[in-house]
């Protein structure tokens, strides 16, 4: 593959001037990436460390509603300790990573974006790229430079907890949104953005197959053939080495039962030397660990087979002793530490990091004006409107008029938390309230905002109970957030919370309501006694902190025309019954409830026969309710960049 970068030999150069200057030690420490939680700043300038992260739910000092302004004080003084000479070692700035996966979901007051597998059902690659921008400003703002995103895994099969994170099933669809991230986050590498002050490091992850283990198994173990790992699960990194992603996570999982930290055949011979990567390779968390043979603290196989950086949390102290002692007796060749200094060294001069000085200098450093602006919440806001699916529409209920009475039922109306999922201001995305989102929406605040300014009235009311009889119920349910292994489903049926789903519908319907159902998942589920139970069903994914974009859809103008018209289609295909999995557009036997493409207008017929609702894994089969055809490969890809908002 041809270089998205060509090489600079200035930055060649000062590179090699670098590697010339840095003690064996040095050279060592550029290598580790330490969790803020078990390193100081004195640590960082003892060990010459490369890197810091802050895993999932980890904030500065560890409370979680930490400020801009105090992560990026912790910045400065990982980066001062970095360019520390007083050793005689060499000014080499830190980085810090991230998981900005949906908007900087690690910072209270942050804009939260829809999670990737809403971002795929939008086809719209020019509002991924301006997401991407956006998070990589809120990112500049916190003194961050290095987000641990795209994810680009192609999602085969939707029981993995990870399910929500990938944009689709179809390689294209991820090859579309992987490059528009990437370019989004990093800039244009052809244009002066670059990486500048504005932007921030990507990196695509993870390296290579995570999305397409036996069963969905998190960290498991794929076993494709040569040709579908290459022509399914690599799809994605080709559009971001071609966008110029600067780094790759190697993947926590296993390719024919080979982990892939220590797979050099795919992580040397294949991503450095046949597509041609010049950046670096960052191990996830651990992840080198689990190579047969190694620990979290000692691991010469990882490095050796082409992971340029360790992700060591918290056993770095130990990996650095023995990841020294292993060069010095040549286990891991001396070239190979060069080499994977050379790649991190030069990002970093790539990013401006040796010019641009303390991340309190850069030009966004404190910009909290910026930070969960209305113009970035308004980006946020298009995302979850185009990234609705109307998946039934009974006597076309759906847009709504403004001036009824409306019944918010369900678990999802008025919990942002609910509607953001996993990896947000927490690990799971658990424990959080709409308190914890400042500026942000719920699916309820919408909707009452839309009602209340037109004449109508909006009760809430999670049980669906009511006095006065409303014209129209709309429930909001779904799944409750998770992330990575605890998502792992051993079926995609839909377990209903206490006041989400089939009880509130059925209520509802008893009671002669018009449902609309609103469904809040990270993956397709097996819903039919739900949809039966509906006269018209969305599903909104997992919508992030701008729940106002909802009612946007939900409802018609004020002069009750189509306000915005439900454009978002399946990036993922939708199940007959919970066992129907793996289910991907393309296979044998493919027989999805709603094929990949698919989406209602609300101008088209939005009628559904009654679902069979056995609950058995291995329900009977139906007639397909549409044409497969309807959703045929042109609703799979829209490439032309829509004009402003929609
Ligand atoms: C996690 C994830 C990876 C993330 C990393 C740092 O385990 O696998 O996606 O970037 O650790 O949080």
New binding site residues.
């Given amino acids: 593959m041809a270089r998205a970068i060509p090489t600079d030999p200035g930055v060649e150069h000062a590179v090699a001037d670098f590697l010339a200057r840095m003690s064996l030690e040095e050279k060592v420490g550029q290598v580790m990436q330490a969790e803020i939680g078990h390193v100081t700043p004195e640590d960082v300038r003892r060990y010459h460390l490369g890197s810091v992260?802050n895993?999932?739910g980890s904030h500065p000092g560890g409370g979680k509603r930490t400020s801009p302004a105090e992560w990026l004080a912790l910045a400065d003084a990982f980066y001062d300790a970095s360019m520390d000479t007083s050793d005689g070692g060499q000014a080499i700035p830190v980085i810090w990573?991230?998981?900005a996966?949906h908007g900087h979901n690690n910072v209270v007051g942050a804009t939260i974006f829809p999670h990737n597998i809403a971002l795929g059902a939008t086809r719209d690659p020019e509002l991924i790229r301006r997401i991407g921008e956006v998070t990589a400003i809120e990112l500049q703002v916190t003194g961050l430079d290095w987000n641990?995103a795209p994810?680009v895994a192609v999602v085969r099969d939707d029981r993995w907890g990870r399910t929500y994170?990938g944009y689709s099933e179809d390689p294209e669809v991820v090859r579309l949104c992987a490059g528009a991230m990437v370019r989004g986050l990093q800039g244009d590498p052809r244009s002066a953005d670059f990486l500048d002050g504005h932007h921030v490091i990507a990196?695509a992850?993870?390296f290579l197959g995570d999305g397409g283990t036996l069963g969905g198994r998190d960290r498991g173990d794929n076993t494709s053939s040569e040709e579908r790992l290459r022509d399914i699960h690599a799809a994605g990194y080709v559009a971001a080495l071609e966008a110029g992603v600067q780094t790759v996570?190697a993947s926590?999982s296993s390719w024919h039962g080979r982990k892939m930290h220590g797979f050099r055949e795919l992580l040397t011979d294949v991503l450095k030397e046949r597509m041609g990567f010049d950046g670096f390779v960052i191990g996830?968390?651990n992840?080198h660990g689990q190579v047969p043979g190694c620990s979290d603290g000692d691991c010469p196989e990882a490095i050796n087979a082409g992971v340029d950086m360790f992700?060591a949390p918290d056993r770095w102290r130990a990996l650095f002793r023995h990841t020294l002692a292993e060069v010095r007796s040549g286990e891991i060749p001396s070239a190979r530490l060069d080499d994977a200094v050379r790649r991190i060294l030069r990002v970093k001069m790539r990013a401006g990091l040796f010019r641009e000085g303390r991340p309190s200098s850069r030009p966004l450093a404190g910009r909290t004006d910026l930070f969960g602006s209305p113009e970035h919440r308004a980006v946020a806001r298009q995302a979850v409107r185009e990234s609705l699916v109307l998946l039934k529409n009974s006597g076309h209920l759906l847009p709504l008029r403004r001036d009824l009475k409306v019944l918010v039922a369900g678990d999802g109306a008025n919990d942002i938390g609910k509607q953001c999922g996993g990896w947000t201001i927490s690990f799971q995305g658990d424990g959080n309230t709409n308190a914890d989102f400042p500026r942000g929406s719920s699916i309820w605040d919408g909707i009452r905002e839309v009602v209340e300014g037109s004449g109508g009235t909006a009760t809430l009311a999670e049980d669906g109970t009511f006095e006065t009889r409303p014209d129209v119920a709309i429930a909001v349910f779904g799944e409750d957030p998770y992330a990575?292994t605890s998502g792992d489903r051993d079926t995609l049926e839909f377990r209903s919370g206490r006041h989400g789903g089939l009880q509130l519908l059925r209520s509802l319907k008893a009671a002669g309501l018009p449902v609309v159902s609103v469904f809040l998942s990270g993956r397709p589920l097996c819903v039919n006694r739900e949809l039966n139970a509906s006269d018209a069903f969305v599903s909104a994914w997992l919508p992030g902190s701008e729940g106002r974009g909802v009612a946007d859809v939900l409802f018609r103008a004020a002069d009750s025309s189509v306000a915005y018209d439900f454009t978002g289609r399946l990036s993922y295909s939708w199940p007959r019954w919970p066992g129907q999995t793996p289910l991907n557009r393309g296979e044998p036997g493919y027989d999805p409830l709603f094929p990949l493409g698919f989406g209602l207008s609300v101008a088209e017929d939005g009628n559904l026969q009654r679902l069979p609702e056995e609950a058995s894994t291995d329900a009977p089969r139906i007639a397909t309710p549409f044409p497969i055809a309807a959703a045929g490969p042109e609703a799979t890809i829209r490439i032309a960049a829509r004009e402003g908002p929609r």
């Fill in positions: 992260l895993g999932g990573g991230c998981d996966v641990f994810t994170e990196t992850k993870h996570m926590y996830d968390w992840g992700m990575e």
